[in-house]
Nanobody, 115 residues
Framework: QVQVVESGGGLVQPGGSLRLSCGVSGSLVSSYVVAWFRQAPGKQREFVASITQAGSFNYADSVKGRFTISRDNAKNTSYLQMNSLKPEDTAVYYC?????????WGQGTQVTVSS
C-alpha cells in the first residue's frame, strides 16, 4: 500500500519562502512521476509542478521562476521549494504519485501567505 504524506506548510509573509515535503512509503518515489497540486478556497484543484522518473520538470506558468520541485531518492521524498511567495499562492498543497491507475494523493498541507 502506497502512502503519501505532505508536510512543511504554514503561515508566511509575502516574499517569504517555504519548503514542502512529500514522503512516500510503500513504493519508490523514483519509479513514478510525482506532482504537486494546490486548491484555494472556492477554486478547483490546479497543477503546480511535476518531476518525472528521469528528472524532467514541468511547472505551471504562475509559479515558474519561483518554485522548484526536486526529489531525494535516498529519502524517498519529493520537495517543493517555494520562494517569493504571494498571497495568491495561499492554498492547500497536495502531492500525488502518478501511476497507471488513479494514483495516490496525500492529505494536503495548508500554505497561507499573508502579512
Amino acid at each position: 500500500q502506497v502512502q503519501v504524506v505532505e508536510s512543511g506548510g504554514g503561515l508566511v509573509q509575502p516574499g517569504g519562502s517555504l519548503r514542502l515535503s512529500c514522503g512516500v512509503s510503500g513504493s519508490l518515489v523514483s519509479s513514478y512521476v510525482v506532482a504537486w497540486f494546490r486548491q484555494a478556497p472556492g477554486k478547483q484543484r490546479e497543477f503546480v509542478a511535476s518531476i518525472t522518473q528521469a528528472g524532467s520538470f514541468n511547472y505551471a506558468d504562475s509559479v515558474k521562476g519561483r518554485f522548484t520541485i526536486s526529489r531525494d531518492n535516498a529519502k524517498n521524498t519529493s520537495y517543493l521549494q517555494m520562494n517569493s511567495l504571494k498571497p495568491e499562492d495561499t492554498a492547500v498543497y497536495y502531492c500525488k504519485v502518478l501511476t497507471r491507475g488513479p494514483g495516490y494523493w496525500g492529505q494536503g498541507t495548508q500554505v497561507t501567505v499573508s502579512s
